[in-house]
């Protein structure tokens, strides 16, 4: 079993929907939970950062980090064609300078 | 965040040849990562480069495959060497954030291996 599960998809949605994008995880020594974006041929970009459980809101984009089930999801609201992309779950134990990263999962947002 | 630059963005290379990616960064870092991605695959960790030090290779890893150069605070250089088709991916060099776990990529190198 992986540290960290993510469904790669890909997962096709129409403009203006809500996304819900997950990973879980077998490391409960795991405290801080990243979500980057990767466009085609570009590098990732850490998009949200969380430490513990709860939520997180930045603009149109929801973490949730739920330690107990450890799962944590990214939400999307009003996805726009802009969103598509490949986005990545990460964590860490704190302290390692070195996530753990899921394999992304593809979004498709078409018009 | 820092901004980071790679060199070449993409080329293509026959085997048994060597390909040395360049990675520069626009502010004194004190740790710099190489990363591989493969299709469909998630990140895998190269090796970390210190400056002034032996870069540190993880698991399946080797110096003689992937030598590493750290000159200075800005600046590193991955070579992949006597390459084979398996050595196809995009190359990603990473700095750590103020935090210290968050990672900030470059854009990364695609090399396809013929």
């Known amino acids: 079993q992986k540290e960290v599960e993510q469904d790669p998809g890909p997962l096709s949605v129409p403009e203006g929907a809500i996304v819900s994008l997950n990973c879980t995880y077998s490391?409960?020594?795991?405290?801080?939970f990243m979500w980057y974006r990767q466009y085609s041929r570009k590098g990732p970009e850490l998009l949200m950062y969380?430490?513990?459980?709860g939520n997180k809101e930045d603009g149109r984009f929801t973490a949730q980090v739920d330690k107990s089930s450890k799962y944590i999801s990214l939400f999307i609201r009003d996805s726009q064609p802009s969103d598509s992309a490949t986005y990545l779950c990460?964590?860490?134990?704190?302290?390692?300078?070195?996530?753990?990263f899921g394999r992304g999962t593809s979004l498709i947002v078409h018009p | 965040s820092a901004v980071i630059s790679q060199k070449p963005s993409r080329d293509i290379c026959q085997r048994g040849t060597s390909l040395t990616i360049q990675c520069q960064v626009d502010?004194?870092?004190?740790?710099m990562f190489w990363y591989r991605q493969q299709p469909g695959q998630s990140l895998t960790l190269i090796a970390t480069a210190n400056q002034g030090s032996e870069a540190t290779y993880e698991s399946g890893f080797v110096i003689d495959k992937f030598p590493i150069s750290r000159p200075n605070l800005t600046f590193s250089t991955l070579t992949v060497s006597n390459m084979s088709p398996e050595d196809s991916s995009i190359y990603l060099c990473?700095?750590?954030?103020?935090?210290?776990?968050?990672?900030?990529f470059g854009p990364g190198t695609r090399l396809t291996v013929t």
């Open positions: 490391n409960s020594a795991f405290q801080y």
């Open positions: 990473s700095v750590t954030g103020y935090r210290g776990d968050e990672q900030y």
């Open positions: 502010s004194q870092v004190t740790m």
């Open positions: 969380t430490y513990s459980s």
């Open positions: 990460a964590m860490s134990e704190g302290g390692s300078y070195i996530p753990t």
